[in-house]
Nanobody, 115 residues
Framework: QVQLVESGGGLVQPGGSLRLSCVAA????????MRWYRQAPGEQRELVAT???????NLADSVKDRFTISRDNAKNTVYLQMNSLKPEDTAVYYC?????????WGQGTQVTDSS
């Protein structure tokens, strides 16, 4: 079992930055593929960013030039650095981990445009 706890969400002005963190409990972190999803009100959950166990990353086209995903295996943590935030980035952001057929979700952290 992997427990994921996100933090770092909040109110942000357009053009601002936030860094989300997700800590994974347990000793499996280095073997997990980590992802960030988001879900805006009335919308389906969408994949935002992926980082593999070897550090390969992939980001959605809508955030590719503004967001960065990274991981620190020593801290069991994955990060989502979000720059140049736009109103359409407002959503609940969820951390996701997968290992083989198993997957795990965090509880989500809210990011809201303050304009």
């Amino acid at each position: 079992q992997v427990q994921l706890v996100e933090s770092g969400g909040g109110l942000v002005q357009p053009g601002g930055s936030l860094r989300l963190s997700c800590v994974a409990a347990g000793n499996m972190f280095s073997t997990l593929i980590m992802r960030w999803y988001r879900q805006a009100p009335g919308e389906q959950r969408e994949l935002v960013a992926t980082i593999s166990t070897s550090g390969w990353t992939n980001l959605a086209d809508s955030v590719k030039d503004r967001f960065t995903i990274s991981r620190d295996n020593a801290k069991n943590t994955v990060y989502l650095q979000m720059n140049s935030l736009k109103p359409e980035d407002t959503a609940v952001y969820y951390c996701h981990a997968s290992w083989g057929p198993r997957d795990y979700w965090g509880q989500g952290t809210q990011v809201t445009d303050s304009s």
